[in-house]
């Protein structure tokens, strides 16, 4: 059996047009929102607002909140210290609602091409690369860089 491919996908220093367009291009079909807290101060990002241009663009939307980073691993991710995410979002993860959220974006990135999204460019230094390696650990991964 083949491995299930999931994408990711950050918004930092993009447009909305250049993401949705990312994702059309890889064939997404459902784009799941990491992020804890679903705002933005970059205009088309914030949750309602998003969720509204992925269905113009033909994309499922999907928030997945349990699996987002907590306030002290965001903050840590801010100050670059990478050791302090990867333990705050390991006990993230542990929380009952991070599990059941996990196995149901497991069983969706099974059956549909799912794309997570976060804030960061860089796939490297944000938790949507500590959460694929912890609950997608068999997919294969394709980073999206919005144009």
């Not at 993401?19 to 088309?44: C, F, H, I, K, Y």
Request: with cysteine.
């Amino acid at each position: 059996m083949t491995a299930s491919t999931i994408w990711t996908i950050g918004y930092e220093q993009a447009t909305v047009a250049s993401v949705m367009n990312a994702l059309r291009d890889a064939g997404v079909e459902v784009l799941a929102d990491v992020r804890a807290l679903p705002l933005s101060r970059r205009p088309g990002f914030s949750k309602t607002t998003l969720a509204a241009n992925a269905r113009e663009a033909g994309i499922e939307y999907v928030h997945f909140k349990a699996l987002g980073t907590p306030t002290e691993g965001r903050a840590a991710a801010r100050r670059n210290d990478q050791s302090k995410l990867e333990r705050i979002y390991e006990g993230q993860l542990e929380l009952p609602e991070a599990i059941v959220a996990g196995a149901m974006l497991a069983d969706l990135a099974g059956e549909k091409r799912v794309a997570l999204l976060c804030y960061e460019r860089q796939a490297h230094g944000c938790h949507r690369t500590l959460l694929r390696r912890a609950m997608l650990p068999d997919f294969s991964v394709v980073d999206l860089l919005p144009a």
